[in-house]
């Protein structure tokens, strides 16, 4: 009742600043962090693992994304507002140099046991940017296979799953898997199997929504969709991929990954010309409200 009362209140056009992790009929709550906390302090370091610097000990640098940010565990970066909200924050220096902050979960085990349902799911406010303004900006909630941990040369064939992308402060944001070879292969790389949309009720840039996916393990062919406050508008089964390469992602635990990153491939790409510019505003911040994950009884 109090996942469907947040709901209609969300359609209402009520704001809430913090809600408690959802129950879900049928589920379980496997693990969740709804950012409690003194204001300034970092995420609980039980669950989170902060990123410092430009790469991976032995990585592709800049992220392997062309992200010109260097991610930090500062309170100006990264924090908890006191309010049960996680804050990052990109930033730009004296020098010109950007700054700002990605988390990931200690675990890495989160995955739909075989005949079972996972859902993934977190309530995040974008940053309130847009136009010129918002050129570069990068905030991202998805997951990694468990096998890209400590290896960090193994994307895409680990499996890659964005819930929620949105570049360059465009009014919706973007749900992708990403898989396989590089280029090419079953999720098409360097693009993905994506698909775009816009937020219902009010805009993604400065109002909290809920994305989620869920993957259904529990027939066949198994499956995994994308939504936005319940609204489901992308959809993938075994098929699109073939059994092998479907496996290699979804019968393997992920990690859960939260940033915000500046400029890269993605908002390059989609702006024709490198990001962020002159006109980028630092100081814009992404809020999430609770991450949770749950498994099927």
């Known amino acids: 009742m109090r996942y469907q009362t947040l709901l209609l209140l969300l359609a209402m056009g009520f704001t809430l600043t913090r809600a408690e992790i959802p129950k879900m009929r049928g589920y379980t709550l496997t693990w969740g962090d709804d950012f409690l906390g003194s204001a300034g302090s970092l995420p609980d370091p039980k669950n989170w693992i902060v990123d410092i610097g430009t790469q991976y000990p032995n990585g592709p640098p800049q992220w392997g994304n062309g992200e010109v940010q260097h991610y930090t565990d500062n309170s100006e970066n990264l924090k908890l507002v006191g309010d049960g909200n996680l804050q990052i924050t990109p930033l730009k220096n004296a020098t010109n140099a950007w700054t700002s902050a990605r ?132 959809h993938l089964t075994e098929k699109n991929l073939g059994v092998a390469a479907w496996a290699k992602i979804f019968h393997h635990g992920h990690f859960i990954l939260l940033n915000v990153a500046i400029g890269g491939y993605f908002p390059n790409g989609h702006h024709g010309s490198p990001t962020p510019l002159e006109s980028t505003v630092p100081g814009k911040s992404m809020l999430v409200d609770y991450v949770a994950v749950y498994n099927s009884v």
């Not at 109002?207 to 319940?230: A, L, Q």
Request: charged fraction near 20%; aromatic fraction near 12%; proline fraction near 6%.
């Open 103 to 234: 988390i990931e979960s200690q675990r890495t085990d989160f995955q739909a046991r075989s005949g079972g349902r996972m859902r993934i799911s977190a309530r995040i406010k974008l940053p309130d940017v847009q136009g010129d303004q918002a050129l570069g900006y990068w905030p991202a909630f998805w997951t990694l296979g468990d096998a890209y941990r400590g290896n960090y040369q193994n994307w895409p064939a680990v499996g890659e799953v964005d819930v929620m992308e949105n570049i360059n402060g465009a009014d919706g944001a973007w749900g992708a898997l990403h898989c396989g070879v590089h280029p090419g292969g079953p999720c098409k790389e360097p693009n993905g199997l994506a698909k775009f949309n816009q937020c219902p009720g009010t805009s993604c840039r400065g109002n909290f929504h809920v994305y989620s996916i869920d993957i259904d393990r529990s027939y066949r062919p198994e499956t995994i969709t994308w939504s936005v406050d319940e609204q489901v508008y992308h």
